[in-house]
Nanobody, 129 residues
Framework: QLQLVESGGGLVQPGGSLRLSCAAS????????IGWFRQAPGKEREGVSC????????NYADAVKGRFTISRDTAKNTVYLQMNRLTPEDTAVYYC??????????????????????WGKGTLVTVSS
C-alpha cells in the first residue's frame, strides 16, 4: 500500500519560492506517474504539474509554466515541486497523487479524484505580504 506525504508548505511573500516534497512509503514510486494538484478555497482541485514514471516527460498548467518545476528522486522515493515567483493566486492546499496507466497530460488535465490510485493529505501554501 503506497502512502504519500506532502511537506514544504508554508507562508511566503509574493515573489518568493518554496519547494514541496511528496515522500512515498510502503512501495516504490517507480511505476507511478506523480502529479501535484492544488485546491484554493471555494474552488475545484486543479492539476498543477505531473511527471511520468521514468521522469522523461512532464506537464504543467499554463498558470505555472516557467515558474514551477517538477522532478523526482528515485533513490529517495520522493517527487518535488520547486515553486518560484509565487503570487497570491498560488495560495492553495497542494496535494500529490500517484497513478498507473495515465499520460501526464491526462493525469494533469483530465483527472478525477477517484481516478488516482493514491492521494496525499496535502500541504498548505499561503502567498501573502
Amino acid at each position: 500500500q503506497l502512502q504519500l506525504v506532502e511537506s514544504g508548505g508554508g507562508l511566503v511573500q509574493p515573489g518568493g519560492s518554496l519547494r514541496l516534497s511528496c515522500a512515498a512509503s510502503g512501495s516504490t514510486l517507480d511505476y507511478y506517474a506523480i502529479g501535484w494538484f492544488r485546491q484554493a478555497p471555494g474552488k475545484e482541485r486543479e492539476g498543477v504539474s505531473c511527471i511520468s514514471s521514468n521522469g522523461d516527460s512532464a506537464n504543467y498548467a499554463d498558470a505555472v509554466k516557467g515558474r514551477f518545476t517538477i522532478s523526482r528522486d528515485t533513490a529517495k522515493n520522493t517527487v518535488y515541486l520547486q515553486m518560484n515567483r509565487l503570487t497570491p493566486e498560488d495560495t492553495a492546499v497542494y496535494y500529490c497523487a500517484a497513478v498507473v496507466g495515465l499520460t501526464v497530460q491526462a493525469m494533469c488535465h483530465q483527472f478525477s479524484l477517484g481516478g488516482m490510485d493514491y492521494w496525499g493529505k496535502g500541504t498548505l501554501v499561503t502567498v501573502s505580504s
